[in-house]
């Protein structure tokens, strides 16, 4: 008797481990996906539009959290809930007149996200993916590697699509990027600049007539082919000097921080998200775990009662269905939970990275949160991967940074490279560093300088990244 309980038992919990890992590892938007693909495959789920709390199922009439389920775990601490809505500001159609930036993010993490923040509101939905896919293509320079047809053939996009995306892309800051090369890279900078502008309709004809001349500095040879005073070409070539950049991934862009990995659905989809209750920056902070759909995802109760007619197979295969409904309910739940408890000691512990910056991180592993918890390293790993969080400046950032110790010494040498009155040698970064407490080598300087895409000190005097070539 033990023996066969013992059988029955095995195997469900081994499911239920499983499952609650898989889905925990998962960000909203592949959950949601996994939630769809089980409400179609099993008619012993149902989803109701019901606004229901996540952690108590109680029925929430009003907006906002569970007035039940969100109180603060210790005095002063976050107020973190699991929210019946998704994530308000990733799947939001554009409204006429909308700023085209809801949330100015401070310092934007990544390129592509920088500029897909810039075109959420104007941007066609249908051509999301595609304006994602284009930014995460291109090469460091910001420009296309593969020509407009390539780019249609791959994403299953018109040209036409294409090139509303290109054109789009090329407006936003900073501008220039996904063009073809330098030259183009200038001129839809230009562009942007006054048409009316009679230095500016010169350089344009430079740029169109003249490039390789411009690059050598053939000022005289220029005036002649254009039939202009050498002032005029020596002028116009200045405006391009101060004006534009050839290369424009490497302009200085939002915060000034330069492309490192690439995941633009972090932008459009966080997972959670942090902000003052009622805007009050004294308040505690509140943590909205956002649902990976909206509604109510249960065991359909009428699908319970009812006994199937049809015989002993049509049973067994409604208790299948049963079974597997109400183990993705219950596991689903648990990764809820862990989420909030994880949530709930993270945003306590790091509460001065959240509201002061990269500085202020507290050195946290995955590990130690885990044995705070409870539950294995592994399950926090899970738990932290392909996840987002809103901060309450409107950053959006992906989950791990969380655990990221390199940043509050990459926050320092970018302070000190941005006062710095002459270039600092990694050497003298070292040394610096080392008077302020923090000791690294100068390998892990040279390393940090490159991911915050700073140059070395004997290329950094140039303040814009112009080609030697084209240095007026
Ligand atoms: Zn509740």
Redesign the pocket.
């Known amino acids: 008797m033990l023996q066969v309980q013992d059988q029955s038992i095995r195997p469900l919990t081994t499911a239920h481990l499983a499952q609650t890992m898989t889905l925990l590892a998962l960000s909203n938007l592949e959950l949601r996906d996994k939630v769809m693909g089980e409400l179609a495959s099993n008619p012993a789920l149902e989803l109701l539009e019901d606004r229901v ?6 029925h ?1 009439p009003q907006p906002g959290p ?5 109180r603060p775990m210790a005095e002063d601490g976050p107020i973190v ?1 699991l929210s019946p809505r998704e994530a308000a500001f990733g799947r939001r159609e554009a409204q006429p007149g909308d700023q085209p930036a809801e949330r100015e993010p401070a310092a934007p993490e990544d390129l592509a996200i920088h500029v897909l923040q810039q075109l959420a509101a104007e941007l066609d939905p249908a051509d999301r993916h595609l304006a994602a896919y284009v930014l995460s293509s291109l090469d460091e320079d910001g420009f296309l590697q593969d020509p407009p047809a390539i780019l249609a053939r791959t994403t299953h996009s018109s040209l036409t699509q294409v090139e509303r995306v290109l054109t789009m892309i090329a407006r936003a800051d900073p501008p220039g990027l996904a063009t073809t090369g330098p030259r183009q890279a200038l001129l839809a900078q230009l562009s942007l600049h006054d048409p009316s502008s009679s230095l500016g309709q010169l350089a344009r004809r430079i740029l169109e007539e003249a490039f390789s001349e411009l690059g050598r500095h053939e000022f005289e040879r220029i005036a002649e082919m254009l039939s202009v005073s050498l002032t005029r070409v020596r002028q116009a070539a200045t405006f391009i000097q101060d004006n534009l950049n050839p290369y424009p991934a490497r302009a200085y862009w939002g915060s000034g921080r330069q492309p490192q990995g690439t995941d633009p659905n972090v932008y459009h989809n966080p997972d959670i998200q942090i902000s003052h209750r009622n805007d009050d920056t004294e308040a505690p902070l509140m943590v909205e775990i956002f649902a990976p759909i909206a509604g109510w995802l249960r065991v359909n109760p009428m699908f319970r009662q009812a006994a199937p007619e049809g015989g002993e197979e049509v049973s067994e295969e409604w208790a299948r269905h049963l079974e597997r409904a109400a183990l993705f309910v219950k596991c689903l739940q648990q990764r809820n939970n862990t989420m909030r408890r994880m949530l709930e000691i993270l945003v306590r512990q790091q509460r001065g990275f959240i509201l002061n910056g990269d500085r202020f991180l507290e050195p946290m592993t995955r590990a130690r949160l885990a044995t705070e918890i409870g539950v294995h390293e592994s399950t926090i790993s899970r738990a932290v991967s392909h996840k987002s969080i809103a901060l309450p400046d409107g950053r959006i950032i992906p989950l791990n940074r969380f655990f990221d110790r390199s940043l509050s010494v990459r926050d320092r040498i970018k302070e000190m490279v941005e006062g710095e009155a002459r270039p600092f040698t990694d050497d003298e970064i070292v040394d610096r560093l080392r008077k302020q407490g923090v000791q690294v080598a100068r390998r892990t300087v040279a390393k940090y300088r490159a991911i915050e895409g700073i140059l070395p000190a004997r290329l950094r005097h140039h303040k814009k990244d112009q080609p030697a070539a084209l240095r007026v």
Do not use: I
């Open positions: 709390c996540p952690s108590c199922h109680r929430l569970c007035p039940a389920c969100s809930f």
